[in-house]
Every structure is written in structure tokens, then in C-alpha cells.
């Protein structure tokens, strides 16, 4: 790892003041993917700005139309969230598959939503359910978030405070994990609201994306038999060792139908 | 850039202040700067479980880790567990269900069991395959690891 200098600011101010002050600095959440990062010479910021040291960028408040997660929260503190059980299973599942307990124990939502890895599981979440992400300085829509693979609308230096998940009707989450790393081959998030079905699916592509054919299907009929006749083209798919494009946009019809299996039973 | 910052955490009971370079590891700082070496590092990229401790009672994996980021903290490492005249009931049910081979993961195995079986006192062999996903045995001793791992959450629930 290169050498860098060290920060744990106590309130947003110091730390966008911290920012400011140091333009090659990175924020430090749970570090799940900076820190191997970092080994790996792969990133050589000249600052580290950890935000552990803000207790107000930690904690779940759940209304009955609202689920508000601090950013620094953990995925561990999301998957045995009673409340989140109770209003949004689909939630607490997902966060219960990210990688491993220890890295669930250690990894923020606000870290991985802003990392926006391409096979990361809570962008799903994030656009399947049009959450409101809320930084030092503004509420962005979950529709407008993830730009591209590793990109977001965040611009330099804004800091994500907190994730606004408005409660469905229902929900489901599945994911064909990588046996190995337990990230998202493919993940379809699913949410049946008032106003319509959302489908979101992560690993599969660059970035997180809807299917609006699903979408209206699954509006007309909240059934796994509704999609069936609905293929996903595999021309802009991911395409590696682990699954080529054709296999993922199989995969997508299989995941979807497993989500909605899954927000019929819970 | 960088010169050294001081961190002061508990480890296993005992309180320790060091001045250490930020990128250091808290797996390097127990293992070069304290001598724990308990502690293993087996993969060095946050797969294998070779390195967990708990912080403030969770297991992590401490090659993931900054030591700074433990300031103020709680460690305990395998060695604050238990000692060769009074082991803790998770390495009895190790050594009794012969839960290792060559041993090389057998502490971060212990410490993350550990932590299983304080919130799973009467786990179902399910349960411990699904939560140790982040430890790997190299010589796949894992039937064994299971056993003692269940025999260990229940010896933990009666101590």
C-alpha cells in the first residue's frame, strides 16, 4: 500500500472542509473495496478521510411509508434490522447476501451505493425501489444515480448521507451469486408499488437498469408466469469467465421470476 | 506525506498506544508491533478468514483493516481467548472434533465461530456452513470445522 495521511473528521463541515483542502483524497467508509484496493496499488490517494467518526451517519428509522438508513450503517445492521424484516424482507435478504458475515459487519450501503460496483446488490435496491439518495448537499433520485460502470452523479467531493427507501406493496430480491465472491452474476430486485412494478437488475451489465417490458407485464399480472415469454436481448450484457452475455440475460428471466416468488411469500 | 499517527485500543484486555504509519494493517500491527501472531494472514485479500478478530465483539478480518481505524477500539485476537491450562469451550470442541488439519486457519475458524455461536447457541450444520462462507480451509477440512463449530455453540451456551 502507498503511504498516505490519515483523517477521522467529527461532523460533515470538517470533512467536506477536508475534501476541499485535499483534492486527491478518498473517503473511507467500511473500506470493503478501498482497502484491498489500496493493497493492490491499484489507487493512491494522498489522504485518507475516514467517516466513522460521525455517529449521525449511522441508524435505520422505518415509518410506514419510509426506510431511512444512515450511509455508514452496516449490511449486517441492515440484515437483522427487525423493522427492516418486518417492512422490507427483501431488504434484510439482500444485505444478508453481500459477501461474507465479516465483510457484512464492516460494509456500509453508503460506501457500496457509491462505489456503484456493476455486480454490487444495493443499487438494485436503490432503483428497483426509486429510493432518494441524500448527500452533504442535495436529494438525488435513485433514477438518476448510477451513471456508469463505477460512476455516479455524486459529484467531487459530495458525501452521501443517507438512503430513502420508500416502503412497496411488496418486494423480492434474488441473485445468482459468484460462488467465490458472492457478488451478483445476476441480480433482479422487483417492487410492486402503487404507481407500477419496478424491475431492476445489477451484475449483468455495466450498470444497474430497469426492464420496462417486465415492468408493465408484471403491472398487468404479479406473477412469475407474466414474464414469461419476455426475453432480455444479450447484446449489451457483461460477458466473462465466470458467465457469458447469453447466459446472463437467461439468468435475468430466472432471477425476476425468483424475486417475485419471493415478495409473494413474504 | 505520512509520517505516523497514535492509536491506543484495547487488545485482549490489555490497553496498548503505538504510533504507526496510517496505511498499517491492524493484521500487521498485532502480529509485527505486538507479537500476536496468532493472528494469520493467509490470502491478504479479504478472502480466506485467516486473519479475523473481533472488534468490539464482531468478527472482522483484520488484513482489511487499518490499524487506525481500530483506535479507541476493543480487539481480541485468538490468544485472548483462551490459554493452553484454560481453553475456551469453542477450541475444546476443536480439539475433541479434530476441527483442523495442517491448522494454518484454525484461528481465524475459531474467532469467527466465536462470534457465530454467541448469537446461534443451538446452530443447525445449515447455519454454520452459510456463516463460515468467509473462511476457507485450504486442506478442506470442513466436515470436521462444521462438527466442532456446532459442538462449540452449544458447549458456549451451557458455560
Known sequence: MYSFDYHKPRSLDEATALLADHPEARLLAGGMTLLPTLKQRLASPSDLIDLSGMPDLVGIQVSDSEIRIGAMT????????????????????????????????????????????????????????????????????????????????LEPGEIVRQVRLPVPLAAGYAKFPNPASRYAVVGAFVARTAGGVRVAITGAAPSVFRLPDMEAA???????????????????????????????????????GRAINFALEH | MSGTVPVALSVNGRKVASEVEPRTLLVTYLREHLGLTGTHVGCDTSQCGACVVHLDGRSVKSCTLLAVQADGHEVT????????????????????????????????????AVDFASRHPDPTPLEVREWLEGNICRCTGYHNIVASVEAGARAMAKA
Open chain 1, 218 to 256: 408484471l403491472t398487468a399480472s404479479f406473477t412469475p408466469a407474466a414474464i414469461a415469454g419476455i426475453s432480455v436481448p444479450a447484446d449489451d450484457l457483461n460477458s466473462d469467465p465466470h458467465a457469458s452475455a447469453e447466459y446472463r440475460a437467461h439468468l435475468i428471466g430466472v432471477m425476476v
Open chain 2, 77 to 112: 485476537t485468538i490468544e485472548g481467548l483462551g490459554s493452553p491450562e484454560n481453553l475456551h469451550p469453542m477450541q475444546i470442541a476443536f480439539n475433541e472434533h479434530h476441527g483442523l488439519q495442517c491448522g494454518f486457519c484454525t484461528p481465524g475458524m475459531i474467532m469467527s
Open chain 1, 74 to 153: 452496516t449490511h449486517a445492521a441492515v440484515a437483522h434490522s427487525p423493522e427492516i424484516a418486518a417492512k422490507l424482507p427483501a431488504l434484510a435478504a439482500l444485505a444478508e447476501g453481500i459477501g461474507d458475515p465479516q465483510v457484512r459487519h464492516r460494509g456500509t450501503i453508503g460506501g457500496s451505493i457509491s462505489n456503484a460496483d456493476p455486480a454490487a446488490d444495493y443499487p438494485s435496491a436503490v432503483l428497483g425501489l426509486g429510493a432518494t439518495v441524500v448527500t452533504d448537499r442535495r436529494e438525488i433520485a435513485g433514477d438518476d444515480f448510477f451513471t456508469a460502470m463505477f460512476e455516479t452523479a
